[in-house]
């Protein structure tokens, strides 16, 4: 399994049988390269009201959705403005292929309302896989309404292409808003990478996924280091976790000195 400790996302990807977080046990699959053999990616960034739907109407007017974890029941509120408030209904997506659409746009994340950043609304974004010394072309699409962005892929060095790393007002101009940007790169780093935002938030804000370059060998080592096994699946997995919370949970931990997680 490949596995990324960030302080980002949460550890949603091996929940297979609950509600909403299913897409996350899709296994990795590399991607398909196009005519000439570049391995193109198309990223629309924008922002999406986690536990809501919008997949329902043109004008993509949120519905907000709860969910109940004493009953394990969902319901839906009234998203207009002129009815009482707080008014809700039943949100059964087992017996109702309405509600069923609906829940496949409804982004849980941790459950609470929130205003995120999406790559195509999802988050994380969904991770790409590509091959090692591919070529590759992250096409951005800036969907986020008066704000500027860029995209930065940890871990890939760019040799000679630096103006394609994504640092804002170093490397690049920043994307504005309604604007696109290309990014073009060979995947010359082997390994379990990732790839984020790099202005402002934009991280703690959503922008973020994995980028996988995989070699031919795809065997991973096991317990006895004389052997090695080809994985009939393998995942990617973003953690998030907060510095300050993480601190306050282990205070016998000094500045500076290593610890070991598993995971």
């Keep these: 399994m490949r596995g990324y400790f960030l302080s980002f996302l949460a550890l949603f990807a091996l929940i297979s049988g609950l509600d909403g977080y299913t897409k996350y046990t899709d296994p990795l699959t590399v991607m398909k390269p196009d005519e000439n053999g570049v391995y193109a990616y198309d990223m629309k960034v924008a922002k999406k009201l986690t536990m ?102 940890h871990g890939i060095d760019k040799h000679g292409m630096w103006y394609m790393d994504g640092v804002a007002f170093v490397q690049q101009c920043p994307i504005q808003s309604t604007n696109r940007f290309e990014y073009r790169f060979i995947a010359d780093n082997k390994g379990t990478h990732w790839y984020h935002g790099h202005m402002q938030t934009d991280r703690g804000d ?42 306050r949970e282990l205070p016998n931990v000094e500045e500076k000195k290593k610890i070991r997680l598993k995971f």
């Design 52 to 153: 809501s739907y919008n997949n329902d109407n043109p004008a993509k007017h949120a519905t907000p959705v709860d969910y109940d974890y004493k009953t394990q029941t969902w319901s839906k509120r009234e998203p207009d403005q002129l009815k009482p408030c707080f008014q809700n209904y039943s949100f059964n997506y087992h017996s109702s292929a309405d509600d069923e659409n609906y829940m496949l746009n409804v982004l849980v994340a941790d459950g609470l309302h929130k205003r995120v950043i999406t790559i195509n609304e999802d988050m994380p974004g969904k991770p790409i896989v590509v091959p090692y010394m591919s070529e590759v072309w992250i096409r951005v699409t800036n969907a986020i309404l008066m704000d500027s962005m860029t995209i930065h892929v």
């Design 206 to 247: 959503g922008i973020a996924g994995g980028f996988i370059v995989v070699d031919n060998d795809t065997s991973v080592p096991t317990l006895d280091d004389r052997k090695r096994v080809i994985p009939s699946r393998e995942y990617f997995i973003l953690l998030q976790v907060s510095e300050q919370n993480f601190r």
